[in-house]
């Protein structure tokens, strides 16, 4: 069954929502670079990760590319993912894989709307996961862009690959189960899709996706 991660939790709330609604990871964003609405402090993380304890996984989004700094940030938190939104030097990589062997590793792959792959994948050394998610030139946005990609392109680079991996980029309720049938991906990862006018989480949307993606 394909695996589900709900991103950008901002409040215990919208945890709780989304482990409510049966994801099995959700994503909290620390460490902004790039232009995002939806990061939070290392404390507000740390709350929503305690406050999981184990229901699910848990995975930092970040932009940063110390890996110093990213190690610190998960002990701190206690996430069991991190999720790497940079071009991260792979040295850099090679300290947090070495430093923390039992968090999973999610790499970016930047699709542009047309399907083509904006970085290069295959220096990647250090990957459990790896994320297809669209870029948006314009607003300098790495990820919760709200926009699709051409999925076409995206089922031919996941043959290529040989580690599971995360479709993203213009997901919602609607759409996925779509996407899902097209892709094959191991999951679905969803921002912008599941929030209402103000920029929260919708109860419904979340379990309308949830529910979609597993069916």
Not at 203 to 211: A, D, E, L, T, Y
Request: hydrophobic residues 35%; glycine residues 6%; aromatic residues 6%.
């Amino acid at each position: 069954m394909v695996k589900v991660k709900i991103c950008a939790n901002k409040s215990v709330e919208e945890a709780k929502m989304c482990l409510d609604a049966g994801a099995d990871i959700i994503g909290i964003l620390v460490g902004q670079e790039h232009n995002s609405s939806d990061f939070i402090d290392k404390y507000k993380a740390k709350e929503i990760t305690r406050f999981v304890d184990k229901r699910c996984d848990v995975s930092l989004v970040t932009h940063l590319t110390d890996a110093d700094k990213i190690i610190q940030l998960t002990k701190f938190i206690g996430n069991n993912i991190i999720q790497l939104h940079s071009d991260i030097n792979e040295n850099e990589v090679e300290k947090i894989y070495k430093s923390l062997p039992n968090v999973k590793l999610v790499r970016l792959i930047h699709i542009s709307k047309d399907g083509k792959v904006c970085n290069d994948y295959k220096k990647m050394k250090y990957v459990d996961y790896y994320l297809l998610d669209s870029f948006n030139l314009q607003t300098n946005q790495v990820g919760g862009t709200g926009l699709t990609h051409d999925w076409n392109k995206s089922a031919e680079l996941i043959k290529k690959l040989n580690k599971p991996v995360f479709l993203a980029g213009g997901l919602n309720p609607n759409n996925v189960k779509q996407a899902i049938s097209l892709v094959h991906p191991y999951g679905v990862d969803v921002n912008s899709g599941c929030k209402n006018e103000f920029g929260m989480k919708d109860r419904n949307k979340v379990k309308n996706f949830i529910i979609n993606a597993k069916s």
